[in-house]
């Protein structure tokens, strides 16, 4: 009872898989044949449905049509002019007075001819037997009109219909014309019409050209002259009900559908009868399609769960004959990729080879490279012990000089010493990437100390700043190394005194530095290049670029630093910062004036 379960459990992955794809499709298979052999029934009653409902449609215009039909008829009969000609005639002994008014006659009937595409021609025969034609007239024998005449008489003014016949396909429209003037109704008959009707052209003109529209009754065929079928072989017994219905049947060895509509009006029955083959023609050849292409996609399913499965596979193999080699010792050549292999995907199992060959290689450095690793772990050590240098060592060396230069009475390079201290100081205090711009003013106005020292009355520095302003932060050393790119470019090329100020102003949500010097100023080839930092400022090297990076990375892309300088005139820099202070009241400090 267990051998099948166990044959299965140790079957080989991509066989396992392959018969998986199969099974998924073959049962795939199998419902959408079934459901659509379902569809496919549904469809047909549809079909069945759709062609009755089309053919009740047909026959509901041609009714409609015949009606329009009667209505003209009754136009033409109660029309003023001819029922004037027509009595005219009626009562007229003279031959020149009738050939005048069935002249006229013809010339009204003639707008009814044109008006009406439908019509073969119209026929009226006055109270003395002479016939007007107008139209497409063809001969028709004594008889037939001596068998029409009976018909309008017993119709007493209402329409009678004549059918089709070999002479004639046509369908006659035939009543009496009746006499009437104003309020005036003797009804005595002035003559008889005859409207013969196009029963191609109305039927093609307002039916599908698919199958073949009959309009019997009883045994009489009204339309076609040649019907497909003879209305004698239908049995009765095939029509459903009075009204309407289908149904299929074979008349020399081929089947027909055939629907069926029984008019209220006229009791004509209206049948369409369609070649059953030609209808289901292109469904028969779908089902025998959707067979072939079921057939299809199971073949190469088939193939393509046997090449899918083997793709999965072949890599789990190749991995599982690395782990032997790993767990031989051999981690150097389990960790080699073959020459002729290609490389790993990016699938999970891509992933787990190279997670192995990784791990392979960490174990193997670690084996190999861990004793020396260790050595230079120590060495780094010993060196780094060797440049260390204790910050308090030259805190307290400055501390020395400076003590000195007090007793020996010496101001300036005591404060010039006292500035580099708190300069070294900041510099080295990496705790805090923003300070507020009164600290920042602080590394400013110590720097400044030891340039006037060295400049003397040169330099001029100015700082009109609001004190709300001082609490705004900004990035570490954002100010000195504009007021040392300053001192560089516009104090140091010049022996002329050199003018350099530090303004805030408020435009709205920002709130701008500006670092400004009345200096030589700068030529466009030197300030593009100091826009794309390819020039490094005096001093601690931060160059423009890194101050606006470190802007932009504190408050947002929207804001940093621009920069102008006009040959002549001097340099402009603004450091645009959010405005985040309300304005108070107004501080200036200035320097060496």
Same mark, same amino acid.
């Given at each position: 009872? $267990? @051998?099948?379960?166990?044959?299965?459990?140790?079957?080989?992955?991509?066989?396992?898989?392959?018969?998986?794809?199969?099974?998924?499709?073959?049962?795939?298979? /199998?419902?959408?044949?079934?459901?659509?052999?379902?569809?496919?029934?549904?469809?047909?009653?549809?079909?069945?449905?759709?062609?009755?409902?089309?053919?009740?449609?047909?026959?509901?215009?041609?009714?409609?049509?015949?009606?329009?039909?009667?209505?003209?008829?009754?136009?033409?009969?109660?029309?003023?002019?001819?029922?004037?000609?027509?009595?005219?005639?009626?009562?007229?002994?003279?031959?020149?007075?009738?050939?005048?008014?069935?002249?006229?006659?013809?010339?009204?009937?003639?707008?009814?001819?044109?008006?009406?595409?439908?019509?073969?021609?119209?026929?009226?025969?006055?109270?003395?037997?002479?016939?007007?034609? %107008?139209?497409?007239?063809?001969?028709?024998?004594?008889?037939?009109?001596?068998?029409? %005449?009976?018909?309008?008489?017993?119709?007493?003014? $209402?329409?009678?219909?004549?059918?089709?016949?070999?002479?004639?396909?046509?369908?006659?429209?035939?009543?009496?014309?009746?006499?009437?003037?104003?309020?005036?109704?003797?009804?005595?008959?002035?003559?008889?019409?005859?409207?013969?009707?196009?029963?191609?052209?109305?039927?093609?003109?307002?039916?599908?050209?698919?199958?073949?529209?009959?309009?019997?009754?009883?045994?009489?065929?009204?339309?076609?002259?040649?019907?497909?079928?003879?209305?004698?072989?239908?049995?009765?017994?095939?029509?459903?009900?009075?009204?309407?219905?289908?149904?299929?049947?074979?008349?020399?060895?081929?089947?027909?559908?055939?629907?069926?509509?029984?008019?209220?009006?006229?009791?004509?029955?209206?049948?369409?009868?369609?070649?059953?083959?030609?209808?289901?023609?292109?469904?028969?050849?779908?089902?025998?399609?959707?067979?072939?292409?079921?057939?299809?996609?199971?073949?190469?399913?088939?193939?393509?769960?046997?090449?899918?499965?083997?793709?999965?596979?072949?890599?789990?193999?190749?991995?599982?004959?690395?782990?032997?080699?790993?767990?031989?010792?051999?981690?150097?050549?389990?960790?080699?990729?073959?020459?002729?292999?290609?490389?790993?995907?990016?699938?999970?199992?891509?992933?787990?080879?190279?997670?192995?060959?990784?791990?392979?290689?960490?174990?193997?450095?670690?084996?190999?490279?861990?004793?020396?690793?260790?050595?230079?772990?120590? #060495?780094?050590?010993?060196?780094?012990? $060797?440049?260390?240098?204790?910050?308090?060592?030259?805190?307290? /060396?400055?501390?020395?000089?400076?003590?000195?230069?007090?007793?020996?009475?010496?101001?300036?390079?005591?404060?010039?010493?006292?500035?580099?201290?708190?300069?070294?100081?900041?510099?080295?205090?990496?705790?805090?990437?923003?300070?507020?711009?009164?600290?920042?003013?602080?590394?400013?106005?110590?720097?400044?100390?030891?340039?006037?020292?060295?400049?003397?009355?040169?330099?001029?520095?100015?700082?009109?700043?609001?004190?709300?302003?001082?609490?705004?932060?900004?990035?570490?050393? @954002?100010?000195?190394?504009?007021?040392?790119?300053?001192?560089?470019?516009?104090?140091?090329?010049?022996?002329?005194?050199?003018?350099?100020?530090?303004?805030?102003?408020?435009? $709205?949500? %920002?709130?701008?530095?500006?670092?400004?010097?009345?200096?030589?100023?700068?030529?466009?080839?030197?300030? #593009?290049?100091?826009?794309?930092?390819?020039?490094? @400022?005096?001093?601690?090297?931060?160059?423009?670029?890194?101050?606006?990076?470190?802007?932009?990375?504190?408050?947002?892309?929207?804001?940093?630093?621009?920069?102008?300088?006009?040959?002549?005139?001097?340099?402009?820099?603004?450091?645009?910062?959010?405005?985040?202070?309300?304005?108070?009241?107004?501080?200036?400090?200035?320097?060496?004036?």
């Amino acid at each position: 009872m $267990q @051998t099948r379960p166990l044959h299965f459990r140790h079957m080989r992955i991509k066989n396992k898989l392959s018969l998986l794809i199969a099974s998924i499709v073959a049962i795939t298979f /199998t419902i959408a044949l079934i459901v659509q052999q379902y569809a496919f029934s549904v469809y047909d009653e549809q079909l069945y449905q759709k062609s009755s409902t089309v053919l009740h449609l047909s026959s509901s215009v041609i009714e409609q049509e015949l009606q329009r039909i009667e209505q003209l008829s009754f136009n033409i009969i109660t029309d003023a002019q001819i029922q004037t000609h027509l009595r005219t005639i009626a009562d007229s002994e003279s031959e020149y007075d009738m050939l005048i008014q069935r002249q006229r006659l013809a010339d009204r009937l003639l707008y009814y001819v044109g008006s009406e595409p439908s019509l073969h021609s119209i026929h009226i025969i006055d109270a003395h037997g002479k016939r007007q034609n %107008l139209g497409r007239v063809i001969p028709i024998s004594e008889n037939k009109i001596s068998s029409m %005449l009976i018909q309008a008489g017993e119709g007493s003014g $209402q329409e009678r219909w004549t059918y089709p016949d070999a002479s004639d396909p046509a369908l006659i429209l035939t009543r009496d014309i009746r006499s009437y003037s104003g309020t005036l109704f003797d009804l005595e008959r002035i003559g008889t019409i005859f409207i013969r009707i196009d029963m191609d052209r109305l039927v093609h003109q307002f039916t599908s050209q698919e199958g073949d529209l009959m309009m019997i009754s009883g045994h009489d065929v009204i339309y076609p002259r040649l019907p497909q079928v003879n209305p004698a072989e239908i049995p009765s017994s095939f029509f459903k009900n009075d009204n309407h219905g289908y149904f299929i049947r074979e008349w020399e060895g081929k089947s027909y559908f055939t629907a069926y509509r029984k008019s209220a009006e006229t009791g004509w029955t209206y049948i369409n009868i369609t070649p059953f083959n030609e209808i289901f023609k292109r469904v028969l050849f779908i089902k025998s399609l959707v067979i072939y292409v079921f057939i299809f996609i199971f073949a190469v399913a088939i193939l393509w769960g046997v090449r899918f499965s083997r793709s999965l596979t072949k890599p789990i193999e190749n991995l599982m004959a690395r782990m032997k080699l790993a767990e031989k010792g051999n981690f150097a050549e389990a960790n080699v990729l073959p020459p002729d292999k290609e490389p790993p995907s990016r699938d999970e199992l891509g992933l787990l080879q190279r997670t192995f060959r990784l791990m392979v290689e960490r174990i193997n450095v670690l084996i190999t490279e861990n004793y020396s690793s260790q050595l230079l772990i120590k #060495e780094t050590e010993f060196k780094a012990l $060797q440049a260390q240098i204790n910050p308090h060592f030259l805190y307290n /060396t400055l501390d020395s000089i400076n003590w000195m230069a007090k007793v020996n009475k010496q101001a300036q390079i005591s404060e010039m010493v006292q500035a580099l201290a708190f300069l070294l100081r900041n510099s080295i205090n990496l705790k805090e990437s923003l300070l507020t711009l009164e600290e920042e003013l602080e590394i400013v106005k110590n720097y400044i100390t030891i340039q006037k020292i060295r400049f003397g009355d040169r330099l001029s520095f100015h700082l009109e700043l609001e004190s709300v302003d001082l609490q705004r932060r900004i990035p570490k050393l @954002t100010l000195q190394p504009l007021l040392e790119n300053a001192i560089h470019y516009a104090l140091e090329p010049s022996i002329h005194p050199c003018h350099i100020a530090v303004r805030g102003l408020t435009d $709205q949500d %920002l709130f701008i530095l500006v670092v400004e010097d009345d200096g030589p100023g700068m030529d466009n080839d030197t300030l #593009e290049r100091l826009r794309q930092n390819d020039m490094q @400022t005096n001093g601690n090297g931060i160059g423009l670029l890194n101050i606006d990076e470190r802007i932009k990375y504190a408050f947002g892309d929207q804001y940093g630093i621009t920069i102008d300088s006009t040959p002549g005139t001097g340099t402009r820099i603004q450091i645009i910062i959010p405005n985040e202070v309300e304005e108070s009241s107004y501080v200036q400090s200035s320097s060496g004036r």
